[in-house]
């Protein structure tokens, strides 16, 4: 994971809205050595990261997953609404979400979180704990979604 960590520190300068062609490629590398396999970064966001459970049951894209998986659900407004929830194109999708002090992780995109806002993650509590203790329950920070 500190591969990752040094790999993604570049992205620290990246302002809340925006961020340099430089720190893109640097994320791109970093998921792909997290073994993702992304073509290239699609948007870059800031939001709210929160923690969930997401083996309560299925998520909206149609598959169980456990809390000890690094996996994340995406406000309404990000997987879009479908007739089949489980064809969203999000569905699969990795985000990389960064956090103070360096830390960041990568997710794969399995769930719709219903309550978070336009921009807000909800991360497993795996994901959650590589980034902060899960006691802080809540944080704001810049993400980015990937193919």
Same mark, same amino acid.
């Given at each position: 994971?500190?591969?990752?960590?040094? /790999?993604?520190?570049?992205? *620290?300068?990246?302002?809340?809205?925006?961020?340099?062609?430089?720190?893109?490629?640097?994320?791109?590398?970093?998921?792909?050595?997290?073994?993702?396999?992304?073509?290239?970064?699609?948007? &870059?966001? +800031?939001?709210?990261?929160?923690?969930?459970?997401?083996?309560?049951?299925?998520?909206?894209?149609?598959? &169980?997953?456990?809390?000890?998986?690094?996996?994340?659900? @995406?406000?309404?407004?990000? +997987?879009?609404?479908?007739?089949?929830?489980?064809?969203?194109?999000?569905? #699969? *999708?990795?985000?990389? @979400?960064?956090?103070?002090?360096?830390?960041?992780? &990568?997710? *794969?995109?399995?769930?719709?979180?219903?309550?978070? #806002?336009?921009?807000?993650?909800?991360?497993?509590?795996?994901? !959650?704990?590589?980034?902060?203790?899960? #006691?802080?329950?809540? !944080? /704001?920070?810049? &993400?980015?979604?990937?193919?």
């Amino acid at each position: 994971m500190s591969r990752i960590v040094q /790999s993604l520190t570049a992205m *620290k300068s990246a302002t809340r809205r925006s961020v340099t062609l430089g720190a893109v490629a640097a994320g791109i590398a970093a998921t792909t050595a997290l073994g993702a396999s992304p073509a290239s970064a699609e948007t &870059w966001h +800031y939001g709210s990261i929160t923690w969930y459970n997401p083996s309560v049951g299925v998520g909206a894209c149609g598959e &169980w997953h456990g809390d000890n998986e690094l996996v994340a659900a @995406v406000s309404p407004q990000m +997987y879009g609404s479908y007739p089949n929830p489980n064809n969203s194109p999000v569905c #699969g *999708k990795y985000v990389v @979400v960064h956090a103070a002090g360096g830390k960041a992780t &990568w997710a *794969k995109i399995v769930d719709r979180c219903a309550d978070c #806002g336009p921009y807000d993650v909800d991360l497993s509590p795996a994901a !959650f704990g590589v980034l902060a203790d899960l #006691g802080v329950g809540r !944080f /704001s920070t810049y &993400w980015a979604d990937y193919i």
